[in-house]
């Protein structure tokens, strides 16, 4: 049974890497007119989210 501090911070670290994904499908499509896209938010939020997740594993 996984605890559920666990559960958690792999929560975490996969919601980062799908946003660095999708941040990677939505920078090669062209067409968008975000500025948050434009800038790199989505890398930015996703590079910060995953580590948090395993930091919170280290500190559990």
Avoid: E
């Amino acid at each position: 049974m996984l605890y559920p501090t666990v559960s958690r911070q792999i929560t975490q670290i996969l919601t980062g890497i799908v946003q660095v994904a999708l941040g990677i499908i939505l920078t090669l499509v062209k067409d968008h007119v975000l500025i948050a896209i434009q800038v790199g938010t989505p890398f930015w939020t996703g590079i910060l989210v995953s580590p948090s997740g395993g930091g919170c594993g280290v500190c559990a």
